[in-house]
T-cell receptor, first 111, second 114 residues
Framework: LAKTTQPISMDSYEGQEVNITCSHN???????ITWYQQFPSQGPRFIIQGYKTKVTNEVASLFIPADRKSSTLSLPRVSLSDTAVYYCLVGDGGSQGNLIFGKGTKLSVKP | KAGVTQTPRYLIKTRGQQVTLSCSPI?????VSWYQQTPGQGLQFLFEYFSETQRNKGNFPGRFSGRQFSNSRSEMNVSTLELGDSALYLCASSPVPGQSYEQYFGPGTRLTVT
């Protein structure tokens, strides 16, 4: 069964680049690795997903090594509005098709 | 397009009762997933439905069940409620199921069991 590990919290300042890493083993071989952002009292919001190497969209980049045992979400030049909890999501590769969310990383951006 | 809607938004039930939560996906989305979120366990996957069939499921007891209708709307039911079932229940929709987990979440239903 898949297991995920993320740092519980991170602090940053406005304008800095933030990298959040999720370690995950025994994940589904053919599934994407996905990251979500959640603000208080809201449902999670999709940020980015990837299968291998590097993916970039207008808000973030995602780095995935060849062994897919980890993934790193990179947020360039964070602002106060990026203060939120960030989750990785992977498939556990089991027969039930269970999905596993990381415990979440609370990012606090300071002025 | 309207987002994912969930009803009711808040619910208080007594231990031993049962509850039904409803989810309407984004128009055109055919896959609906349910999650439970608690401070202690975080976000946990309950199940996914596509074309009125359960496609994937998490590690929850049989007291938790769901169904999907032909218009893609979904309901989840929890029977014989326990205090530990108090949580935020989130519904998420996606166009089709597959190896992608790009989903759109609703605001959730806050269930309190007393």
């Amino acid at each position: 069964l898949a297991k995920t590990t993320q740092p519980i919290s991170m602090d940053s300042y406005e304008g800095q680049e933030v990298n959040i890493t999720c370690s995950h083993n025994n994940i589904a071989t053919n599934d994407y690795i996905t990251w979500y952002q959640q603000f208080p009292s809201q449902g999670p919001r999709f940020i980015i997903q990837g299968y291998k190497t590097k993916v970039t969209n207008e808000v973030a980049s995602l780095f995935i090594p060849a062994d897919r045992k980890s993934s790193t979400l990179s947020l360039p030049r964070v602002s106060l509005s990026d203060t939120a909890v960030y989750y990785c999501l992977v498939g556990d590769g089991g027969s039930q098709g269970n999905l596993i969310f990381g415990k979440g990383t609370k990012l606090s951006v300071k002025p | 397009k309207a987002g994912v809607t969930q009803t009711p938004r808040y619910l208080i039930k007594t231990r031993g009762q049962q509850v039904t939560l409803s989810c309407s996906p984004i128009s055109g989305h055919r896959s609906v997933s349910w999650y439970q979120q608690t401070p202690g366990q975080g976000l946990q996957f309950l199940f996914e439905y596509f074309s009125e069939t359960q496609r994937n499921k998490g590690n929850f007891p049989g007291r938790f069940s769901g169904r999907q209708f032909s218009n893609s709307r979904s309901e989840m039911n929890v029977s014989t409620l326990e205090l530990g079932d108090s949580a935020l229940y989130l519904c998420a929709s996606s166009p089709v199921p597959g190896q992608s987990y790009e989903q759109y979440f609703g605001p959730g239903t806050r269930l309190t069991v007393t």
